[in-house]
């Protein structure tokens, strides 16, 4: 079982719907949790953070948390071609030896049409 | 502000040659991560180092190699290198002790 594990896509979606990513995650005690969009060609940007349980509102971005189920998804809103990208899920493990190492998973491709 | 540097931008190196990469953080953060992404792959972990120490080491052979400077800046060292190591390296600064962590441009390196 890979530790944090995304559907690789591609997610075709229509200009100004609702695109959801999942993510899921199996280190039980990990706490923290990001998703960063990644353009061809370029480096991870960091998008959202996300540490407690529930949802987090930023702009057309909200991340949500489940916990005891283990998941965590990223909704964009109204989305844009320019959203087209990789959106890589981030865990830091729970017991990561006093340092944070970001565990990765590979990443789903989003693809908005006009 | 600048964010994280990197240099150079791209590297085309033979087998059993050396490499050494390099990156700033942002101004005020005093711990640098790298990182390595292999085509259609997720990045992953290679070192951290806080206050100059390093602080934890993942799963890469010891051909790899890093420091962090007095001035907070590091560098990545790979020996004999082998065709396998044709990567995007990446290096994130975080600030502190926190969670987030913002990634360089890269360093694209080939390996012939």
């Known amino acids: 079982q890979k530790e944090v594990e995304q559907n690789s896509g591609p997610l075709s979606v229509p200009e100004g719907a609702i695109a959801s990513l999942n993510c899921t995650y199996s280190d039980r005690g990990s706490q923290s949790f990001f998703w960063y969009r990644q353009y061809s060609g370029k480096s991870p940007e960091l998008i959202m953070f996300i540490y407690s349980n529930g949802d987090k509102e930023d702009g057309r971005f909200t991340a949500q948390l489940n916990k005891a189920s283990q998941y965590v998804s990223l909704l964009i809103r109204d989305s844009q071609p320019s959203d087209s990208a990789t959106y890589l899920c981030a865990v830091i493990p729970g017991f990561s030896g006093g340092y944070n190492k970001l565990i990765f998973g590979a990443g789903t491709r989003l693809a908005v049409h006009p | 502000d600048a964010g994280v540097t990197q240099s150079p931008t791209h590297l085309i190196k033979t087998r059993g040659q050396h490499v050494t990469l390099r990156c700033s953080p942002i101004s005020g953060h005093k711990s640098v991560s790298w990182y390595q992404q292999v085509l259609g792959q997720g990045p992953q972990f290679i070192f951290q180092?806080?206050?100059?120490?390093?602080?934890g080491r993942g799963n890469f052979p010891d051909r790899f190699s890093a420091r962090q400077f007095p001035n907070y800046s590091s560098e990545l060292n790979v020996n004999a290198l082998l065709l396998g190591d044709s990567a995007l390296y990446l290096c994130a600064s975080t600030l502190g002790r926190s969670y987030e962590q913002y990634f360089g441009p890269g360093t694209r390196l080939t390996v012939t």
């Open positions: 180092y806080y206050e100059k120490e390093e602080r």
